[in-house]
């Protein structure tokens, strides 16, 4: 339970740090409300057809009597829309923060010259970032397609596909969430996907504890544009306990030369 209150506490550092440093919390709106107006669009367009989608998916329950038709498919819609809002969540993030790599590096660094000591670099050009950015936020959409099937799949299970399930998978989306927002500041020291994905399993609590509330304040209009600077400077200072830094351990991890070269080969 420690680790969960530590992953809150630094969510709240994080819009903390961001509320004192103005200029970076300014621009660090720019590419979440560039990124927010077209994923507005594209959810208003998908929840207006979520009725005639579920109807295409079951014709099986066409013929079903009153009132077990509206309640099947009413269950089901909504767990569409759930599925659709945690397709949005993870992928707005990680498309926000392909956008701004630029910034949003600079600004984890910000964080990390602010709490004292060296300012961890990769010592990768920006293109090269930028390509692993790219690749590593495919591999999670499609990570991220596969447990929306799976999790739609569990949704016709009754009862529980309207109740667990939906709970399950926003907890596997609070968990994405940290994983992207702490790619930035992991990657600067050099440790790649697979062994962030084994750092983060190995503190969940703490990963949880930093994704659950930021995904709850997440799906309130606009509130991500306005919370994104500070996420990413709490996931930065999140990094920090996860390296050890804090204590002065030496980070650990895959370098980014031998896993990188790897990256660009695969």
């Not at 630094?10 to 720019?30: D, E, P, S, T, V």
């Not at 993030?93 to 600004?107: D, I, K, N, R, W």
Request: neutral net charge; charged residues 15%.
């Amino acid at each position: 339970m420690r680790d969960l209150v530590s992953g809150f506490g630094y969510l709240m550092k994080g819009q903390r740090w961001a509320a004192r440093h103005g200029r970076w919390w300014g621009f660090g709106m720019i590419p979440a409300l560039i990124t927010l107006v077209g994923y507005a669009a594209a959810l208003v367009a998908l929840f207006f057809w979520t009725d005639d989608v579920i109807a295409w998916a079951t014709p099986f329950a066409d013929d079903w009597s009153s009132p077990w038709l509206g309640v099947f498919r009413g269950a089901l819609s909504i767990l569409f829309a759930a599925t659709c809002l945690f397709l949005a969540i993870i992928t707005f993030t990680a498309v926000t923060l392909l956008v701004g790599q630029p910034f949003y590096e600079s600004l984890s660094e910000q964080v990390d010259r602010s709490e004292g000591g060296a300012v961890p670099e990769s010592g990768l050009s920006t293109w090269t970032e930028l390509w692993i950015g790219l690749r590593e936020a495919i591999a999670l959409l499609i990570r991220v397609t596969l447990w929306s099937v799976l999790f739609f799949a569990l949704g016709f299970i009754p009862g529980v596909g309207q109740t667990v399930i939906p709970v399950l998978a926003f907890c596997v989306t609070a968990f994405f969430l940290t994983e992207e927002l702490t790619s930035i500041a992991l990657l600067r020291r050099g440790i790649l996907l697979k062994e962030r994905r084994r750092m983060l399993r190995s503190r969940r609590l703490l990963s949880l504890g930093f994704g659950v509330p930021l995904s709850v304040l997440f799906l309130i209009p606009l509130v991500a544009v306005f919370l994104m600077p500070g996420a990413v400077a709490g996931a930065t200072l999140l990094v920090r306990d996860l390296t050890g830094e804090d204590e002065d351990a030496a980070p650990q991890g895959e370098t980014a030369a031998g896993p990188a070269g790897a990256f660009n080969g695969s």
